[in-house]
Every structure is written in C-alpha cells, then in structure tokens.
C-alpha cells in the first residue's frame, strides 16, 4: 500500500468562491500547523468555480493538493460540462461515482467506468467511489454491490495511481457509522477485488479510504484499519478547525 495516507476535503455545494478561498487560508494558518503533517497528503475539493482561488492559496504549500467533485469524459459541444483535460490544469484529482452523483444526476456504473479512464487519460488521479444504500445493507448484499461497482467501473482500466472510496451511502448525513471491524471487513474485501483486477503488487499501490461521517472524534480509529489508507470528510470539512484536527488525527494514527 501507499506509505502515505490521504485526507480528502469534500466541500460540496456548500461555499462561494470567496468563502472557499478563505477556509483555505484558515486551515493552512499557523495555529493549525499542518506543516508538522509528514505521513499525510491532504486533498481539497471546492466547487469548479473556486478551484482556481483556492489553488492561489495553497501554491507552494507541499502535501496539498487539489481535487475535482466531478469530470466529464468526453470534449468538445457539451454544454455546462467540465473534462477531465481542461481540470488538469488546475488539480490533480477528480471524483468519479460519488453516491450524490449516482443518486441525484444518474450516474451509473458505465459512465463511472468513462470518468475513470478519462481521469486516467489526462494525468489525473480518480477518486472512484463505491458504497451500498440502505436497502442492500439491510439485504446483506454489501459485497455483491461492491463488487459489481467495482468489475465494472474499473474494466478496462489499467493499474495506475487511483483512490478506490468506500462510502456506506446509509450512513452519510445521519451521524451513524458501522463499526470499525465491519469497516475493516468491506475494506478487506475491496482491496482482494484490486488484488484480483490488477494482481497483487499493483493492487496494493491503490490507496483505499473510507468515508461516510467522518470527525476528529472518530478519524483516527479508521485510519489505523489495516485496509484503510485514509478517510474522506464531508460536513466536517467544511470547518478548517475540524479538518485540521481530522488531518492531525490521521497523520499521528500512521
């Protein structure tokens, strides 16, 4: 696996331009002291149109990195669509799959599979996203969801540097959580499908995080899971305090 583990900031729809740049700012001032950080990437994802402001703010600032909430696969007349060449040149990551994507804006496992491999085309690392709703938790159908997401949003996609996220879709927004040993079963179970698609020595290479309620109150019991190489944060992010002491949780917890 990855030495490093990663901390991914998902903002959501939830800042302007102006208040995204700013919540950067805060997170990368002193008090925070993110530059003790040395186990640790940290990726922010702001919205398209703050991508740029908030890349202004982090320049130079090692362990940053920024991150697309979407991508689309094709280029040329599609209107109101972002490709993943024109986000290469402002970040160097990019969902494919959020669950908010598949449930809201029709996202399948097809067009998942295209966001990935463009993503892949233009340099840049996915985020692709998997999860089970309630209905197939509560049918005990979590691994055959997973693994068919999985097969398929991965086919025909070669080994490469990728974040595979596991999102428990039930418990996102409802402060509810599955325990860590059942957490670190379903990651287990994610990293032998990677082992299976790309073998062994490249399925290892593929950091897998978890997200779903993340908070500095529970950050680091998740990142010391065995199959965990870090953790995705929605609400919470949205707090440069709590991000930071998510961040600093998961750094000590290497």
């Not at 990195?65 to 990019?94: F, I, P, R």
């Not at 840049?124 to 938790?137: L, R, S, V």
């Not at 305090?241 to 949780?249: G, Q, R, V």
Request: glycine content about 8%.
């Amino acid at each position: 696996m990855k030495t490093n583990k990663i901390v991914i900031g998902n903002w959501k729809m939830n800042k302007s331009v102006r208040e995204s740049a700013a919540c950067a700012k805060e997170l990368l001032d002193a008090r925070y002291d993110l530059t003790s950080v040395k186990s640790t990437d940290i990726v922010l994802t702001p919205s398209f149109l703050a991508l740029n402001e908030v890349k202004k703010v982090c320049a130079g600032r090692n362990g940053i990195s920024l991150g697309a909430q979407d991508v689309y696969w094709g280029t040329g007349n599609y209107c109101d669509a972002v490709s993943a060449k024109m986000l290469s040149e402002v970040c160097s990551y990019a969902f494919a799959g959020h669950s908010e994507r598949r449930i809201h804006f029709n996202d399948t496992d097809e067009t998942v599979n295209r966001k990935v491999k463009a993503c892949i085309e233009a340099g840049i690392t996915p985020i692709f996203c998997i999860g089970e709703d309630e209905e197939a938790n509560n049918a005990g159908k979590t691994k055959e969801v997973i693994r068919r997401q999985i097969e398929s949003g991965l086919a025909g996609v070669r080994p490469c540097e990728m974040v595979v996220l596991y999102e428990p879709v039930w418990a996102l927004g409802t402060g509810r959580t599955p325990c860590t040993e059942d957490t670190e079963e379903i990651m287990r179970f994610v990293r032998e499908i990677l082992h299976e698609l790309f073998g062994a020595g490249a399925g290892r290479e593929i950091r897998a995080v978890y997200a779903g309620s993340v908070r500095p109150e529970n950050a680091a019991a998740y990142a010391r899971l065995p199959h965990v190489d870090g953790v995705a944060v929605g609400t919470a992010s949205l707090s440069a305090e709590k991000l930071a002491a998510i961040i600093h949780a998961v750094d000590r917890a290497v």
